[in-house]
């Protein structure tokens, strides 16, 4: 099945989703968490937080980072869950590359490290991990029910999988206030920090275009996880799913 977001590209060019998706992540990783913190006003990481105790039932060992970006979710999973590893990947070196010298400051290269790989084919043996989590990148997943797929296959038996993804407002005022927040302050935002043009207007499309609530909660059933649910955060600006293997 062909999704929206799926068709939802950075850039007007003949490459596919994932290379685009890579090189609009590298051109912008250098000031991606400044730009992070202040579109979100620092409430992303409240949200994080909120999605990693959906975990601790299960006191992940091993945790799969997907999308990790610059590690943010990764350092705060170690803080709130203290597992033995987690691995973050990404297509987006550059994004990495902070993330790994966040992480050496911290003094957790040890425990927490950084590959590249593509979510839509992985490179890590079956039932490898207890615990698998995206903060803000699953909308950016070239093929969703294949990157889904690749997430159950690693994942062991009984291990979690907690998604936090952006999410369109439903109700008066907030859906019109988003709306313009979305359109408006973030390119503008975006423009004026970031060196990519494009970047920050691709981001309230792909929030738009994706899929959100009880539509992917069933994607998660479908694509063979168990017990999917949900829950949103500050009025529907943010979504947690948690699903099973």
Known sequence: MTYDAEKIVPYSS????????ERMFD?????????????????????????LSMLKKVNPQQILDIATGT????????????PQSILGID?????????????????LSDKIVFDKQDCMALDLADNSFDAAMVAFGVRNFEDLDKGLKEILRVLKPGGQLMILEL?????????QGY????????????????KDQVAYSYLPKSIEAFIQGKEMVNTLLKNGFAQAEYKTYTFGVCSMYLASK
Do not use: C
């Open 14 to 21: 003949s490459e596919n989703k994932g290379a685009q998706v």
């Open 91 to 107: 297509i987006s070196e550059g994004m990495m590359e902070v993330g790994r010298k966040k992480v050496e400051k911290v003094g």
């Open 179 to 194: 709306w313009l927040y979305s359109r408006l302050f973030i390119p503008t935002i975006g423009r004026l920090i970031s």
């Open 71 to 82: 590690g943010d979710l990764a350092l705060q999973a170690y803080d709130i869950l203290k």
């Open 167 to 175: 999410s369109t407002p439903n109700h008066f005022p907030v859906k």
């Open 27 to 51: 051109s912008i990783a250098e000031n991606y968490d400044v730009l992070n913190h202040t579109m979100s006003m620092g409430i992303d990481r409240g949200w994080r937080n909120k999605g």
